[in-house]
């Protein structure tokens, strides 16, 4: 079992015929992924290592059967090519552009949910990955192993860290949600499917300073969540008041600190590492305690 994503994924490339979109399904397909095809508008009918490209969403998952969409479009065309995705009723579309407009990614997320067939992961998200099984996105597919932690986390990096840590146990799929101020899928979203996946055994979620969503989540897992999270929160060291990297990460007096959201977590039982590392040492403690 994954969440989100398994053997049965049929990918499809939006973009797959850019720099980005030829190095990123490569390296995609070298870590397992079935990409069945890609899409560029006008280029349809040539083939990038075989791979064929169409010129719509629509066509492809006609010719193709794909069911997941992972879109390298330049931030002007994102819009664009999400509303095809969900036009087209393609269960999954992982959003990797990074510096879209907060206003598109508003207008799609809603268009995609008054739809109610597509979910959204991202933008500016390294997209997610059940490893041995399947890799949609930017995630390096050869730093850890199948097993059962599930990881959510706003940050690429950090989630590649945390895998790296955590290689030796495995994973059963880790989503990078991104970390503009709007997203698709949520800290809470996969946080319900992990509780609701007979192989994760224990779920790490990464956040960081900015908003309230790590907040919210806290509220999430006291009343829904049961299996054991442990929670790490990037930026104690942050200055009030800068905007830290993700453009969703701007503190705000005591809102949106480090300390607030590690507090609202520990409230309901997660326990907080201070560093990636400490993190990944409570992870195993939960482990060796089961």
């Not at 994924?9 to 190095?23: H, N, P």
């Not at 969503?213 to 969540?225: C, G, L, M, P, Q």
Request: hydrophobic share 40%.
């Amino acid at each position: 079992m994954a969440i989100f994503l398994n053997a049965d994924s049929k990918i499809l490339v939006q973009g797959m015929t850019g720099s980005e979109g030829t190095k990123h399904t490569r390296r995609m397909i070298a870590s397992g992924s079935h990409v069945v095809a890609g899409v560029t508008p006008g280029k349809g009918g040539q083939e990038v290592d075989g791979i064929p490209v169409f010129n719509s969403v629509g066509e492809a998952m006609a010719a193709t059967g794909a069911n997941v969409s992972v879109v390298f479009v330049p931030p002007k065309f994102t819009k664009g090519a999400v509303v095809e995705a969900v036009n087209a009723g393609i269960p999954l579309c992982v959003v990797i552009t990074e510096g879209v407009p907060v206003h598109d990614t508003a207008w799609f997320f809603e268009y995609a949910q008054n739809a109610g067939t597509t979910r959204i992961i991202g933008p500016n998200c390294p997209g997610l990955i059940s490893p041995g099984l399947s890799n949609a996105g930017i995630i390096p597919g050869d730093i850890t192993q199948k097993g059962r932690v599930g990881l959510v986390s706003k940050s690429g990096t950090l989630t590649y860290q945390m895998m790296f840590e955590l290689r030796d146990l495995g994973f059963s799929t880790s989503v990078g949600i991104g970390g503009d101020p709007i997203i698709g899928t949520t800290h809470i979203d996969c946080l319900k499917a992990f509780q609701d996946d007979p192989d994760t055994d224990v779920i790490v979620m990464i956040g960081e300073i900015g908003g309230d969503a790590e907040e919210r989540a806290a509220a999430f897992i006291k009343d829904n969540v049961t299996k054991p999270v442990i929670g790490y929160v990037a930026g104690f060291t942050a200055p009030e008041g800068k905007t830290m990297g993700h453009a969703g990460a701007i503190v705000s007096g005591s809102s949106g600190t480090a300390a607030a959201k590690k507090d609202a977590l520990e409230a309901v039982g997660v326990r907080v590492g201070k560093t990636p590392s400490e993190a990944a040492r409570l992870v195993r403690e939960v482990l060796a305690a089961q």
